[in-house]
């Protein structure tokens, strides 16, 4: 089974200040629940994303339990929009598109995440329990962590989770 995860926030950046930001891989540990462990392993993580880009990194989604994963960036439009899918790692599908789009007062920006989990109907029992609620942690922290070194859009909502 394929889940989704949508989210939307809007930002007080110019399109290329958020493109500037969320395009560096080096970026995504300040985004990132420190609890989580996040590194990258490889030496380009300075590099903005480009299509074909590999990412290493050593991650702990669960239990404080090491995980190798790698992602590769196989589309990018600067600065509307770029995706990574998950090459090797604890899903059995991870396919995250990231757009970016000029709003009054900013950028509204969209994610849109689809997995699936290894392990047939243990995984699926697993999901809504343990690892949807992981990953609306991981949001939630990041709507927090965005909003800190950016703010809020001034006379606007914010749509998070929908």
């Known amino acids: ?10 930002i007080p950046a110019s399109l290329d200040e958020a493109w500037d930001f969320f ?32 990412i290493h990194y050593k991650v702990r989604p669960l239990w404080n339990i090491p995980v190798k994963w790698t992602t590769e960036i196989t589309h ?18 991870w396919h995250h598109q990231h757009h970016f789009k000029e709003i009054p007062g900013g ?6 995440l689809n997995y699936a989990l290894p392990g047939g109907f243990l995984g699926r029992l697993m999901h809504q329990p343990l690892v949807r ?13 965005v909003n800190k ?6 006379n606007s909502t914010n749509p998070e989770t929908k």
């Open 76 to 93: 990018v439009q600067q600065p509307f929009f770029f995706v990574d899918n998950q090459l090797a790692g604890p899903y059995r599908l």
């Open 107 to 112: 950028v509204e920006m969209t994610d849109i």
């Open 23 to 54: 395009s560096s891989p080096g970026n995504l540990t300040r985004i990132t629940p420190p609890d989580m462990g996040f590194r990258i392993q490889n030496s380009n993580k300075l590099e903005k994303m480009y299509p074909g880009q590999i």
């Open 1 to 10: 089974m394929v889940y989704t995860i949508y989210r939307k926030q809007q």
């Open 133 to 145: 609620k992981r990953l609306e942690k991981i949001f939630n922290y990041r709507v927090e962590a």
């Open 149 to 154: 070194l950016f703010g809020p859009v001034k």
